[in-house]
């Protein structure tokens, strides 16, 4: 997945902006917080950052292609990045990326949530 890849499908996801900032980082957020970043890769591999749950974290931190992300993890929280091939599939990062987006929507408050159209299945 390329930064113009991961950029449009961050793009779809509801109630999400975007700045870049970090050192000219895509930064994507939901409701203010952060659910996924694109960069500080020397590669040619996008690098990719989002949180996962603890599962996911457990099963993709020692994956070819995949870390726990540099800062984020060593704080105790449960992001991955992906910094080199083989990585994920485009389909199997977007999966996580859809899930990270979740996740950090689920720690919006709900009123947050109720007023960005969230999480409001029954």
Request: proline share 4%.
């Amino acid at each position: 997945m390329t930064y113009d890849e991961f950029n449009a499908f961050c793009r779809t996801l509801p109630a999400t902006t975007h700045v870049v900032q970090w050192g000219g980082a895509d930064v994507w957020k939901v409701g203010g917080k952060v659910f996924a970043i694109g960069g500080w890769n020397a590669g040619d591999l996008a690098g990719i950052t989002f949180k996962v749950s603890e599962f996911a974290y457990d099963v993709l931190r020692d994956m070819p292609g995949l870390r726990p992300a540099p800062y984020l993890a060593s704080r105790g929280m449960k992001w991955i990045q992906q910094y080199a091939e083989p990585g994920l599939s485009d389909a199997e990062l977007k999966d996580h990326l859809a899930e990270s987006h979740r996740l950090v929507s689920l720690g919006l408050t709900k009123k947050l949530q109720r007023e960005l159209g969230l999480n409001q299945d029954g």
